[in-house]
């Protein structure tokens, strides 16, 4: 093991690890493991040398939706702009279209293979947005089947409520209508149990500032926390806005500024970057990540897994583009998608390995951590504990 990856990952070279109930009661040097506690043991697994992390945190997608965009993907190899293709009503009133006519069947067997394919690469929390319904009938049914992911598979979802995403075609014009439309939407989907965090997409082709602002207003009456998309096609306030909200992340952040960072810093929010979208749409504005690092803004890394600019199941491939696209150190781009993507899910039981979190954890088959980034398009896991469980 190298000097570097010990210090900048914490490894240990030759631990141990307990787990009980589902939740990990001590983790070590294994010389150090207390010799009553291996004698309680009752099962005990020769790891064989693998590397052990966190299970990884995907901590921003928008994994339930009908049909694709592939048509789209050729229009924008033509020239034509991603906001140009929403103005003329493609984009997510496309993915609207095909999510309204979608049953929750058909919405739940889209998703499954997605989910499949993140897990498949160790994935053990996942985020999941609605903002493809757009009505409280189809929002709802998104948010239903985001919640029977979670009870099919062996996975923690997190659901969050993104009404404000676009406007749909009935609110065509009537962009504060619409936003009264979201704030009847949200206690209602709330009382469901179908709400654990609200999110709003702040954008000239989007919302204001001020009507994002209602939203969260909202959302902080109900106790929900909030987090938002936030300056990715331009610089339009939302970080500073998000952050008085005491936002759990802001994501995108292309556009970000001084004034935007300083804001999250201080109300300790999570800068999540989506390489994949900054990739799919051909962006050429990277997050400003010195910035970030400078004010000591904790930073996520996230699939944004969506049919429009980030059609993406491959948390280990955001690995890589966060490091060759935005210079994100692999250390830094694992700590995005294990210890900083889980705290921007609100979690506090997970991400890191310590005693007294939850055991989910993944053994890869490689001798550095800094592999994981490395080798794009490898997937070196051997197995994946959730909840104390091997998956």
């Not at 040398?49 to 050729?74: I, K, M, Q, S, Y």
């Not at 583009?321 to 889980?342: H, I, K, Q, S, Y």
């Not at 993944?362 to 051997?382: H, T």
């Amino acid at each position: 093991m190298q000097e570097h990856a010990a210090q900048a990952y914490g490894l240990i070279g030759d631990a141990a690890l307990v787990v009980r109930d589902g939740r990990i009661e001590w983790i070590g040097a294994r010389a150090a493991l207390p010799g009553a506690l291996e004698r309680e043991c009752g099962e005990t697994h020769d790891c064989g040398g693998a590397l052990v992390t966190p299970g990884l945190v995907d901590c921003h997608t928008h994994l339930v939706h009908g049909g694709n965009r592939a048509h789209e993907f050729e229009s924008r190899l033509r020239g034509a702009s991603y906001e140009q293709i929403a103005r003329s009503g493609g984009g997510i009133a496309s993915t609207v279209r095909s999510t309204r006519d979608a049953s929750e069947e058909q919405l739940l067997a889209q998703a499954l293979p997605r989910l499949r394919a993140l897990e498949n690469e160790g994935v053990t929390t996942i985020e999941i947005k609605s903002g493809y319904g757009l009505s409280h009938e189809h929002e709802a049914k998104c948010l239903r089947v985001a919640r029977t992911l979670g009870v099919l598979e062996d996975v923690a979802v997190r659901t969050t409520f993104l009404g404000a995403h676009a406007l749909p075609p009935e609110f065509a014009g009537r962009a504060d209508d619409y936003v009264d439309e979201v704030l009847r939407m949200l206690p209602l989907l709330h009382a469901e149990g179908l709400v654990d965090a609200v999110d709003a997409f702040c954008e000239r082709i989007a919302f204001t500032a001020s009507q994002v602002e209602r939203v969260f207003d909202a959302a902080r009456a109900l106790g929900l926390p909030v987090k938002l998309h936030a300056e990715q096609l331009s610089d339009s306030g939302g970080a500073t806005l998000a952050a008085r909200f005491q936002a759990l992340s802001c994501d995108h952040l292309e556009w970000l500024d001084e004034t935007g960072a300083r804001a999250m810093a201080r109300a300790g929010s999570v800068a999540v970057l989506l390489p994949g979208a900054f990739y799919f749409l051909r962006e050429t504005r990277v997050p400003p990540v010195a910035l970030l690092r400078e004010q000591r803004v904790p930073i996520a890394v996230s699939t944004d897994c969506n049919p429009g600019s980030s059609p993406c199941t491959s948390l280990l491939l955001m690995l890589n583009m966060a490091c060759t696209l935005f210079r994100l150190m692999p250390e830094e781009a694992l700590a995005g998608v294990t210890r900083n993507a889980a705290r921007a899910l609100g979690f506090t039981d997970r991400g890191t390995l310590a005693a007294g979190l939850r055991a989910d954890f993944v053994l890869w088959d490689v001798r550095e951590p800094a592999e994981l980034a490395y080798a794009f398009g490898a997937n070196p896991r051997r197995l994946t504990v959730f909840g104390g469980r091997p998956r």
